[in-house]
Every structure is written in C-alpha cells, then in structure tokens.
C-alpha cells in the first residue's frame, strides 16, 4: 500500500547522474534500518543494478524494458524476456 512508498529528493547532486542519484537514495533509505526486503527490483539496465548492488545485502534485479531483459548478478548480461509468456508481458507493461 501506500505507506511502503517513499519520496526522496536527491540532495547530493549539482548536475544529472542517475547512477549517483539511485546510489544516494538507496542508501539513505536503508541507512537506519536492517528491515531490507526480500528483494530489490529497479527500474533501469545493467548501470543501475550496478550502481546500487554495493549498497544492498539481498538480490537486486533490474528490468531494462527497452532491451526486455532482467539482471541479476547471476546474470549480468540479462535474461531475455518472453513476451508472449504472462510474466514478460507483466513486467513490460
């Protein structure tokens, strides 16, 4: 629901730079607490998993809906998205 959202204003950055910006948020989010969830999933490629992995204890994916691809750190290349499977349709739209 709507309590588990979270807004952030970044606070660090003079100019854009998406990576430093997830980087940022991600660790001020979970600073305080060892409440992590099962699992992180972004919004972005490879860059961005990346980016964040450093920070989080758990399995984080991303989802570059451009590439229809997942990343794991199993699988940093990506898995290509079936779109003719539920899933891959769910995840793409």
């Given at each position: 629901?709507?309590?588990?959202?979270r807004r952030f204003k970044v606070r660090s950055l003079?100019?854009?730079?998406?990576?430093?910006?997830?980087?940022e948020i991600v660790a001020r989010r979970y600073?305080?607490?060892?409440?992590f969830p099962d699992i992180i999933f972004i919004?972005?490629?490879?860059g961005?998993?990346?980016a964040i992995a450093p920070f989080v204890p758990k399995p984080c994916i991303s989802l570059a809906k451009k590439e229809e691809l997942l990343i794991t750190e199993h699988h940093p290349d990506g898995i290509k998205?079936?779109?003719?499977?539920?899933?891959g349709k769910l995840l793409i739209a």
């Open positions: 629901g709507p309590n588990f959202f003079k100019q854009q730079n998406d990576y430093a910006a997830l980087q600073k305080k607490t060892q409440d919004d972005g490629g490879k961005q998993r990346n998205l079936n779109l003719q499977n539920p899933l």
